[in-house]
T-cell receptor, first 113, second 114 residues
Framework: GDSVTQMEGPVTLSEEAFLTINCTYT??????LFWYVQYPGEGLQLLLK?????DKGSNKGFEATYRKETTSFHLEKGSVQVSDSAVYFC????????????FGAGTRLFVKA | KAGVTQTPRYLIKTRGQQVTLSCSPI?????VSWYQQTPGQGLQFLFE???????NKGNFPGRFSGRQFSNSRSEMNVSTLELGDSALYLC?????????????FGPGTRLLVL
């Protein structure tokens, strides 16, 4: 069935370190891919998205590229800040006669000053 | 523009009871989706509504149901509550529910079943 697998956390980094959170998916059809973020005490919100193969989504210094050949959508940031501490969710949305979104398990990121 | 609102924010129920949760989407949005978030299972898709019609449903028992009104507001109902139904229930809206659209999430309703 359709699924999203992302690396388990928590991930702990020092400020200015490089971040990669891996995400791979299996899907019937052609999904759109998303990264959502949940900051402490806040609701889930979109970080970035890509809707077709080779598209790169970017926002707030984060980037992810839709790789159809490897069914991946890895999240990267060159230099993390303490304010990036949050839970990150990789997700795909499909049209299966209706709209359906499948989320990964989430990866908690802690950034130390 | 106001965001997605959900009421109530917190609920405590006992096993066997039923509960109704409400969601008001962003003005102009016609697609509403519901999700259950638990520490063990993560975020799981419950169902999606568009123009008062359920278009898709996740893998949940029939005790979970929902509906959408003509103003796009949505409710979900859980009957015969079980302990395992304790969770954060999130509602999200989008313009017309197309695959490439961003979903906007509400703050959630936290349900505790005793």
């Amino acid at each position: 069935g359709d699924s999203v697998t992302q690396m388990e956390g928590p991930v702990t980094l020092s400020e200015e370190a490089f971040l990669t959170i891996n995400c791979t998916y299996t899907a019937t059809g052609y999904p759109s891919l998303f990264w959502y973020v949940q900051y402490p005490g806040e609701g889930l919100q979109l970080l970035l998205k890509a809707t077709k193969a080779d598209d790169k989504g970017s926002n707030k210094g984060f980037e992810a590229t839709y790789r159809k050949e490897t069914t991946s959508f890895h999240l990267e940031k060159g230099s993390v800040q303490v304010s990036d501490s949050a839970v990150y969710f990789c997700a795909l949305t499909l049209n299966t006669g209706g709209f359906k979104t499948i989320f990964g398990a989430g990866t908690r990121l802690f950034v130390k000053a | 523009k106001a965001g997605v609102t959900q009421t109530p924010r917190y609920l405590i129920k006992t096993r066997g009871q039923q509960v109704t949760l409400s969601c008001s989407p962003i003005s102009g949005h016609r697609s509403v989706s519901w999700y259950q978030q638990t520490p063990g299972q993560g975020l799981q898709f419950l169902f999606e509504y568009f123009s008062e019609t359920q278009r898709n449903k996740g893998n949940f028992p029939g005790r979970f149901s929902g509906r959408q009104f003509s103003n796009s507001r949505s409710e979900m109902n859980v009957s015969t509550l079980e302990l395992g139904d304790s969770a954060l229930y999130l509602c999200a809206s989008s313009l017309i529910g197309q695959v490439q659209e961003t979903q906007y999430f509400g703050p959630g309703t936290r349900l505790l079943v005793l």
